[in-house]
Nanobody, 124 residues
Framework: QVQLVESGGGLVQAGGSLRLSCAAS????????MGWFRQAPGKEREFVAA????????NLADSVKGRFTISRDNAKNTGYLQMNSLKPEDTAVYYC?????????????????WGRGTQVTVSS
C-alpha cells in the first residue's frame, strides 16, 4: 500500500491552467503505474490519464488529449497532471491512483491505492 496526497486544485477561469501534484508516501511509488481520474457532481468517476512506472507509456482520455499532460518524477515520489486550456466541463474532483498494473488503471479504471482528491473548478 502507498498513501497518495493530491494538491494543486483550485478555481480558474476557462482557458487557464493548473498543475496537479500527487505525492506518494514512499519509494514504492516508483514501481507503480499512476493514473488520474475525476468525478463531477452527479456523474460517475472517469479516467483522465495514466503513465507507466517508467514513464515510457502514457494514455489520455479523448476529452483531454492535446490539453492535459501526465508526468512523474520517481526521485521525488511525485506525479503530475498539467492541465491547459481548461473548460467548465473539466470541473470535478480529481483523484490520483497508483497500482502495480497499468492495464488495471487504463482498461478497468481500478486501483489498489487512491488519494482523497482535489477540487478543480473552471468558471466560464
Amino acid at each position: 500500500q502507498v498513501q497518495l496526497v493530491e494538491s494543486g486544485g483550485g478555481l480558474v477561469q476557462a482557458g487557464g491552467s493548473l498543475r496537479l501534484s500527487c505525492a506518494a508516501s514512499d519509494r514504492t511509488f516508483s514501481k507503480y503505474a499512476m493514473g488520474w481520474f475525476r468525478q463531477a457532481p452527479g456523474k460517475e468517476r472517469e479516467f483522465v490519464a495514466a503513465i507507466r512506472w517508467s514513464g515510457g507509456s502514457r494514455n489520455l482520455a479523448d476529452s483531454v488529449k492535446g490539453r492535459f499532460t501526465i508526468s512523474r518524477d520517481n526521485a521525488k515520489n511525485t506525479g503530475y497532471l498539467q492541465m491547459n486550456s481548461l473548460k467548465p466541463e473539466d470541473t470535478a474532483v480529481y483523484y490520483c491512483a497508483a497500482d502495480a498494473s497499468y492495464d488495471r488503471i487504463v482498461l478497468a479504471g481500478v486501483s489498489d491505492n487512491w488519494g482523497r482528491g482535489t477540487q478543480v473548478t473552471v468558471s466560464s
